[in-house]
Nanobody, 120 residues
C-alpha cells in the first residue's frame, strides 16, 4: 500500500508564502493538484521521474516551485506571492504508469489533502 503524507497547509495573507510537503516511500512521478469548493480538481505542478522535468499550470508559473529530496522521500511545493484565488485543498499524487502529467486520472495514489487559505 502506497501512502502519501502531506503537511504544510494553513492560513496566510495575500503575498505570503507556504511550503507544502509530501512524503512517499519509493520513486514516482509526482504531482500537486488543488480543488476549490464547487470546482473540479485541477493540475498545479508535476515533477517527472524519468526526465526530471517540471511542469506548472500557467496561473502559478513564476510563483510556485516543485522540488524533491530523494534522501527524504519528500516532494515539496513552495508557494510564493500567494493570492486569494490559490485557496483550495491541495493534494499530492504519485504515479508509475505512463500518463499525462496534468490529468488527475493518470495518477494512481493520492494524499489526504491539506487546506491552503489565502486571505485578502
Amino acid at each position: 500500500q502506497v501512502q502519501l503524507v502531506e503537511s504544510g497547509g494553513g492560513l496566510v495573507q495575500a503575498g505570503g508564502s507556504l511550503r507544502l510537503s509530501c512524503t512517499v516511500s519509493g520513486r514516482y512521478t509526482m504531482g500537486w493538484f488543488r480543488q476549490a469548493p464547487g470546482k473540479e480538481r485541477e493540475f498545479v505542478a508535476s515533477f517527472s521521474l524519468s526526465s526530471g522535468n517540471t511542469y506548472y499550470t500557467d496561473s502559478v508559473k513564476g510563483r510556485f516551485t516543485i522540488s524533491r529530496d530523494n534522501a527524504k522521500n519528500t516532494v515539496y511545493l513552495q508557494m510564493n506571492s500567494l493570492k486569494p484565488e490559490d485557496t483550495a485543498v491541495y493534494y499530492c499524487a504519485a504515479r508509475r504508469k505512463i500518463g499525462t502529467y496534468y490529468d488527475p486520472r493518470s495518477y494512481e495514489y493520492w494524499g489526504q489533502g491539506t487546506q491552503v487559505t489565502v486571505s485578502s
